[in-house]
């Protein structure tokens, strides 16, 4: 666990202690102390619960994440107002989850235990063969927006608007998006291919319906 607030990190371990079957097995101030445990040698944790600052954007942050999650430690993200936007580019690093900093107690334990189940289904995907992985492509802000906005039913038109950009760049938006999922052999052609690949890969409410 990352945070750097004492009584914060003292309250949260204290919480997650509390859970039959968790251990909190280190707890420090920041994610590059976290790197200089984790390098030597002990056992990697199943989940690490980071507390991000976002206060230069969350873009720069997502990427420090990112760069955990590909070395193989599943992270659940907890930032100062977690909203859909903010969520994104972390969700799009592969987190876990994101969980604002100012949820209950009640909630910040659901969520580890929920990152922890997928964390868990996602292995024995892979030990047993039976749940490809699906290849999900690194989509920019702008392309992960105009996704969002599109594969929710607004026109082309609409998108630009809420975008601030001309009809033209926001089509290039949407044309790179398709490129990108083709690449990783996901092929995508109309709005109702898009609005599906939104809702696989966690951009959409999964109740959304397509408009």
Do not use: C, N
């Amino acid at each position: 666990m990352v945070t750097d607030h004492l009584l914060h990190r003292e309250r949260t371990q204290e919480l997650l202690a509390a859970q039959p079957g968790l251990k909190v097995i280190w707890s420090g101030a920041s994610l590059h102390e976290f790197v200089l445990w984790a390098r030597t040698g002990r056992r990697a944790p199943d989940l690490l619960l980071a507390d991000v600052p976002v206060d230069q954007g969350p873009a720069g942050a997502a990427e420090r994440v990112g760069a955990l999650i590909r070395s193989g430690i599943p992270v659940l993200v907890r930032i100062a107002r977690a909203s859909p936007s903010m969520a994104q580019p972390f969700l799009r690093a592969g987190a876990s989850g994101v969980v604002d900093k100012h949820e209950s107690e009640e909630g910040v334990v659901a969520a580890v235990w929920t990152a922890l189940a997928r964390h868990h289904r996602r292995l024995h995907a892979l030990a047993e063969d039976d749940e490809p992985v699906i290849p999900r492509p690194r989509l920019s802000d702008q392309e992960g927006r105009a996704l969002v906005l599109y594969a929710s039913g607004m026109t082309l038109a609409a998108v630009a608007d809420a975008l601030g950009v001309q009809r033209d760049t926001a089509k290039k938006y949407l044309g790179r998006v398709k490129s990108k999922y083709g690449a990783v052999g996901r092929p995508v052609h109309s709005k109702l291919d898009l609005h599906r690949v939104a809702r696989a890969d966690g951009y959409l409410d999964q109740d959304l319906p397509p408009s």
